[in-house]
């Protein structure tokens, strides 16, 4: 549950409203504080990201997707093998073409859907919700981020919590905030169920870290940052249950962020003269 001290802190800062999502690109409403952006909203840090950081491994993967959805398609579908069999109608050729081309997307987007779900899953334990059932494909996740819990070191302030930082322009909503049993340490964490854990997602937790820094007043040597990656399915034996990765500095990474917002900026608007 959210503290009397930070719900106070939280009333007198900029309400953060959900995004909207335009083109896979996700802006928030911030009550009082009109946006020059599209949309009158707010970018993002995701959306930030995803249009500045480049992501070599994503073509070949792919590419890896899309030959290996042919040639499922070739041996174990009916269509595969009326090609196979010498009968090259340019119309079930094109279809599965059309269908390696799109399968790199359903992947993606099957893997963005397990993850939200995740995120919810998790979110409404943390809130008080039941957990995930036996047998469901959200259980190992789940039990991944009890197992990263139980050690006690930190204690959940907040789960999928609105943010946004007024001097640099930007918002998003953070997994958990976290807040040390044994210090005045606060933390950003970040869960994610990808198959590594990837330089952006640094970028991203600083830039949280950043907002609820001058939202709640924080000072910056009380703010730490981690991303938990969970896995899909039970870990094999002798397998660590899950995968975390701290911010070296928070402040030096967030100043990697801001290159990344200054850069963002140039490309939306301030590349040709009128």
Same mark, same amino acid.
């Given at each position: 549950?959210?503290?009397?001290?930070?719900?106070?802190?939280?009333?007198?800062?900029?309400?953060?409203?959900?995004?909207?999502?335009?083109?896979?690109?996700?802006?928030?409403?911030?009550?009082?504080?009109?946006?020059?952006?599209?949309?009158?909203?707010?970018?993002?840090?995701?959306?930030?990201?995803?249009?500045?950081?480049?992501?070599?491994?994503? /073509?070949?993967?792919?590419?890896?997707?899309?030959?290996?959805?042919?040639?499922?398609?070739?041996?174990?579908?009916?269509?595969?093998?009326?090609?196979?069999?010498?009968?090259?109608?340019?119309?079930?050729?094109?279809?599965?073409?059309?269908?390696?081309?799109?399968?790199?997307?359903?992947?993606?987007?099957?893997?963005?859907?397990?993850?939200?779900?995740?995120?919810?899953?998790?979110?409404?334990?943390?809130?008080?919700?039941?957990?995930?059932?036996?047998?469901?494909?959200?259980?190992?996740?789940?039990?991944?981020?009890?197992?990263?819990?139980?050690?006690?070191?930190?204690?959940?302030?907040?789960?999928?919590?609105?943010?946004?930082?007024?001097?640099?322009?930007?918002?998003?909503?953070?997994?958990?905030?976290?807040?040390?049993?044994?210090?005045?340490?606060?933390?950003?964490?970040?869960?994610?169920?990808?198959?590594?854990?990837?330089?952006?997602?640094?970028?991203?937790?600083?830039?949280?870290?950043?907002?609820?820094?001058?939202?709640?007043?924080?000072?910056?040597?009380?703010?730490?940052?981690? /991303?938990?990656?969970?896995?899909?399915?039970?870990?094999?034996?002798?397998?660590?249950?899950?995968?975390?990765?701290?911010?070296?500095?928070?402040?030096?990474?967030?100043?990697?962020?801001?290159?990344?917002?200054?850069?963002?900026? /140039?490309?939306?608007?301030?590349?040709?003269?009128?």
């Amino acid at each position: 549950m959210i503290g009397g001290t930070l719900a106070e802190l939280l009333a007198r800062s900029p309400r953060v409203l959900p995004p909207v999502t335009y083109h896979r690109q996700h802006w928030y409403p911030v009550e009082g504080i009109p946006s020059h952006y599209p949309y009158g909203r707010w970018p993002s840090v995701t959306t930030v990201l995803s249009a500045t950081v480049p992501k070599p491994a994503l /073509v070949p993967w792919a590419k890896g997707v899309a030959l290996g959805n042919m040639r499922m398609v070739l041996l174990e579908t009916d269509l595969g093998a009326t090609v196979l069999a010498g009968k090259f109608d340019p119309e079930w050729v094109d279809r599965l073409i059309e269908a390696a081309r799109r399968r790199p997307d359903e992947v993606r987007d099957e893997a963005a859907d397990f993850g939200t779900r995740t995120h919810q899953a998790i979110s409404a334990w943390v809130k008080g919700g039941p957990e995930p059932e036996e047998g469901s494909e959200l259980r190992p996740p789940f039990v991944a981020f009890r197992a990263w819990l139980s050690d006690g070191r930190w204690g959940i302030v907040a789960s999928e919590l609105p943010v946004f930082h007024l001097e640099e322009g930007y918002a998003g909503t953070i997994d958990l905030l976290l807040k040390s049993s044994e210090n005045d340490e606060w933390a950003v964490l970040d869960i994610k169920t990808s198959k590594g854990i990837y330089p952006e997602m640094g970028l991203q937790v600083a830039a949280y870290g950043a907002a609820v820094q001058e939202m709640l007043g924080l000072s910056a040597k009380t703010m730490e940052g981690f /991303v938990l990656r969970l896995p899909k399915a039970a870990p094999e034996a002798g397998e660590p249950p899950f995968e975390l990765r701290q911010v070296g500095s928070m402040a030096a990474v967030f100043q990697g962020f801001h290159a990344c917002m200054e850069l963002w900026k /140039v490309l939306r608007e301030e590349m040709w003269a009128p």
